[in-house]
């Protein structure tokens, strides 16, 4: 299993609504990222937190808010979505917070399948 | 021309057989590079890890980097059924600056090993 967890497994959502995903880290991870994965293709960069403070957002559209409240703690809070959002939502995390380097790679959660209907 | 080129397969192969996947890549600023194996409905989980030119071996996994001609491979040894997944290369460049360790990713390639 891994050491990252995300909630919830499975979401279907309305146009309309509003949802959370919710991803947890308990190594000590300075660095967290969001992920989204279309099928057949590889996960894209949404957004990079670097010791709790937002450091990339790769132009995600607005619908799409990412929030840290704590070193251990990410979510994605989603409203108004779109079908095409329909995705695998992946969370990582990487042990420093400037990100990648010899002894900090990048551990994935199992991730939140998510379809907008 | 995509920054990392990798082959999508599909590739099968039986029980028993080696196995090799390869990556290539443009960016001269990759100094990192990972292999994760993706089952289907799960996340990515990290195999290899290896910085800059070289070998390294875990078990039935070998990882080897090339940098001079920017070529990665991954061999596996004594494929078993439960190897069967799609494997993705990754790379980053040197942490730090505004990169903070973003990863480029191949396409995958999807191999099955048949018993």
């Known amino acids: 299993d891994t050491e990252v967890t995300q909630t919830p497994k499975h979401l279907v959502m309305g146009m309309t609504n509003k949802k959370s995903l919710k991803c947890e880290q308990h190594?000590?991870?300075?660095?967290m990222y969001w992920y989204k994965q279309k099928a057949k293709k590889p996960p894209e960069l949404m957004f990079v937190?670097?010791?709790?403070?937002?450091?990339i957002n790769e132009s995600v559209p607005s619908r799409f808010s990412p929030e840290c409240p704590n070193s251990s703690l990410l979510n994605l809070h989603l409203h108004a979505l779109q079908p095409e959002d329909s995705a695998l939502y992946l969370c990582?995390?990487?042990?420093?917070?400037?990100?990648?380097?010899?002894?900090?790679?990048?551990?994935f959660g199992n991730g939140t399948r998510l379809t907008v209907t | 021309q995509k920054e990392v080129e990798q082959d999508p397969g599909p590739l099968s192969v039986p029980e028993g057989a080696i196995v090799s996947l390869n990556c290539t890549y443009s960016?001269?600023?990759?100094?990192?590079f990972m292999w994760y194996r993706q089952y289907s409905r799960k996340g990515p989980e990290l195999l290899m890890y290896?910085?800059?030119?070289g070998n390294k071996e875990d078990g039935r996994f070998t990882a080897q980097v090339d940098k001079s001609s920017k070529y990665i491979s991954l061999f596996i040894r004594d494929s078993q059924p439960s190897d069967s997944a799609t494997y993705l290369c990754?790379?980053?460049?040197?942490?730090?600056?505004?990169?903070?360790?973003?990863?480029?990713f191949g396409q995958g390639t999807i191999l099955t090993v048949h018993p």
């Open positions: 190594m000590g991870h300075r660095a």
């Open positions: 960016n001269s600023a990759f100094q990192y």
């Open positions: 290896t910085y800059s030119s």
């Open positions: 990582a995390s990487s042990q420093e917070g400037t990100g990648i380097s010899y002894n900090s790679p990048l551990h």
């Open positions: 990754a790379m980053s460049a040197v942490a730090g600056g505004t990169s903070y360790g973003k990863l480029t």
């Open positions: 937190y670097s010791y709790e403070k937002l450091s």
